[in-house]
């Protein structure tokens, strides 16, 4: 069943500035052609399975580990099993219809 995860890597001592940390992040996403949405405090990616979404956060922490002595990852993973049609667009579109904001 598809998952939507919520990630935020934290690489702790390397600074204020984090977006490099970010882009290395981005760049698996695209290795792997998942979709994503890039927020301010995190980003959101879309996955078949729980087990895929997982194997990519550990890549995602061990590249930003490469380069920092110590990373915090927090991940909030939304699995649904009874709806087949579980995405980022229908997450947001369903609450958009529900505000009589639908397109």
């Not at 995190?42 to 490469?66: D, P, R």
């Amino acid at each position: 069943m598809p998952v939507v995860v919520e990630i935020s890597i934290v690489p702790i001592g390397v600074g204020s500035s984090l977006s490099k940390y970010v882009a290395e992040a981005l760049e698996i996403l695209r290795k792997y052609n998942i979709k994503y949405v890039l927020a301010p405090s995190c980003t959101i990616f879309e996955e078949i399975n729980v087990h895929k979404a997982l194997k990519i956060v550990a890549e995602i922490h061990e590249k930003v580990l490469e380069k920092a002595l110590r990373v915090l990852t927090l991940i909030k993973i939304d699995e649904r099993r009874n709806r087949s049609e579980w995405s980022l667009e229908y997450k947001v579109e369903s609450a958009k219809r529900k505000l009589g904001e639908e397109k």
